[in-house]
């Protein structure tokens, strides 16, 4: 089991990932959404804002508004770890059960075109 160091370092490479797509690419398709990652096994959820820009840095602290995240993932330490490193593949994870996404049918497809 990764450790919450672990999680926050690999969400930190993450949203460095995010940066290095294209910003035509994310004009494209990138809609302004919250994001929320829990930690199912650490019982820890992380939260960030998707935007053109790209992703803001996670926090562990909970949005001022209250509002519950517009897309919501929710995953095994080890398993964010190994997706971030690329050892994982998303689609798989998502089939196979691995990885719960709670979002839009339309928010799916964008985020299938940036990762």
Known sequence: ??????????????????????????????????????VSDLDVTFYGRLHHDGLDPFVESQPANGKPADVKLTIVSDDLVALVDGQLDLARAVL???????????????LRRLL
């Open 1 to 38: 089991m990764a450790s919450v160091e672990e999680c926050r370092a690999a969400l930190v490479k993450l949203v460095a990932q995010f940066d290095e797509i294209d910003a035509e690419d994310r004009a494209r398709h990138v809609v302004e959404r919250t994001v929320s990652c829990r």
């Open 96 to 110: 196979g059960g691995r990885v719960k996404i709670d979002a839009s049918f339309g928010d799916l497809l964008r």
